[in-house]
């Protein structure tokens, strides 16, 4: 019995873990929180993920979830600088924002990164957007 136990905790937590069933918003936060993290080098982390508007489809055989939306991240150290751009990035969920340890005059808007800081990253004019893709291992940023 004890066995029995310890494989369905196993079972459970594997499928926790794969994101089999994991929710497409769920998903895209998930993707946003690992990307925030990287892109800013660890300056700043994914506060407030607010889902806009989203549409779920299927084409050519793949289901696809695309979603607009918006995000809050906050400064989780002082130093380096938030560069926030028009330009998009068709790639990149954050499309338009980055870190850097020095300020480069040339970027649209620079900002010192503060501790604490909430940064709003939503614009009415510039709504972000991105469309995932679902496949066996679960819901994946798709590259269109």
């Not at 299927?58 to 002082?78: A, I, K, L």
Request: with cysteine.
């Amino acid at each position: 019995m004890i066995q029995l136990r310890r494989l369905l905790s196993v079972c459970c937590a594997s499928l926790a873990l794969c994101g089999c069933s994991e929710d497409p918003t769920a998903a895209m936060e998930r993707i946003l929180r690992v990307q925030v993290a990287q892109q800013s080098v660890g300056y700043l982390n994914l506060s407030k993920f607010t889902k806009r508007d989203a549409v779920r489809g299927q084409e050519n055989g793949v289901e696809f979830y695309h979603v607009t939306y918006s995000v809050e991240v906050q400064g989780m150290r002082n130093g380096g600088f938030l560069n926030i751009c028009s330009g998009h990035d068709k790639y990149s969920p954050l499309q338009s924002f980055f870190v850097r340890e020095t300020p480069n005059r040339w970027d649209c808007f620079t900002m010192p990164v503060e501790m604490g800081h909430v940064y709003v990253m939503a614009d009415n004019r510039l709504n972000r957007e991105a469309t995932l893709a679902k496949h066996e291992s679960g819901w994946v940023l798709s590259q269109q």
